[in-house]
């Protein structure tokens, strides 16, 4: 069974400061997805990272993939109060998505104003 | 605008009743699934189906079935509900070429 660690589980800070947030496995995925869910809403999808140490950069988001296609990284830049959410990370394993990806338990963000 | 829709955004039921839970998607996906969410246990897969009429067994089926009668259509029956599948449900279909899931709003559920 492929896990993804997510760290930290609870992000609590002001607006303006950058954060990052992690996640991490002992497991190689093809791909690894980002999602950011809203309370009362389904997760919605950020970014798909694909080659290892590729960078995505979404406006104040950057998404990193490790080399070894192990681990992930999102960094936010002068957080606001918009970025609050829960932030989730999903790896595809070699069977492809078609059989579910493994998500991360997710970072609770807050951006405080 | 594609759209995954389910039925029920809040039921509340009582201890060993029948539960049915319905999503659509309307963009035409061979594959589907259901997850349920927990504080601290994030997303885990119950169930997911290829095609119509097809399924599999994802991490966590146990007291749940499903029904793929149709390819829009992905129900999931909890066939005797209990207070541990107290939980909020979300369903799923995914994009198969850039494997991109879109998800329903949720459904949770209340066991009492």
């Not at chain 1, 993939?65 to 960094?75: E, I, T, V, W, Y």
Request: hydrophobic share 30%.
């Amino acid at each position: 069974t492929q896990l993804l660690e997510q760290s930290p589980q609870f992000l609590s800070i002001q607006e303006g400061e950058n954060l990052t947030v992690y996640c991490n496995s002992s497991s190689v995925f093809s791909s690894l997805q980002w999602y950011r869910q809203e309370p009362g809403e389904g997760p919605v999808l950020l970014v798909t990272v694909v080659t290892g140490g590729e960078v995505k950069k979404l406006k104040r988001l950057t998404f990193q993939f490790g080399d070894a296609r192990k681990d992930s990284s999102l960094h936010i830049t002068a957080a606001q109060p918009g970025d609050t959410g829960l932030y989730l990370c999903a790896g595809e394993g070699s069977g492809g998505g078609a059989d579910g990806l493994t998500f991360g338990k997710g970072t609770h963000l807050i951006i405080q104003p | 605008d594609v759209k995954v829709t389910q039925s029920s955004r809040y039921l509340v039921k009582r201890t060993g009743e029948k539960v049915f839970l319905e999503c659509v998607q309307d963009m035409d996906h061979e594959n589907m699934f259901w997850y349920r969410q927990d504080p601290g246990l994030g997303l885990r897969l119950i169930y997911f189906s290829y095609d119509v009429k097809m399924k599999e067994k994802g991490d966590i089926p146990e007291g749940y079935s499903v029904s793929r009668e149709k390819k829009e259509r992905f129900s999931l029956i909890l066939e005797s509900a209990s207070t541990n599948q107290t939980s909020m449900y979300l369903c799923a279909s995914i994009y198969s070429l850039t494997g991109e899931l879109f998800f329903g709003e949720g459904s949770r559920l209340t066991v009492l």
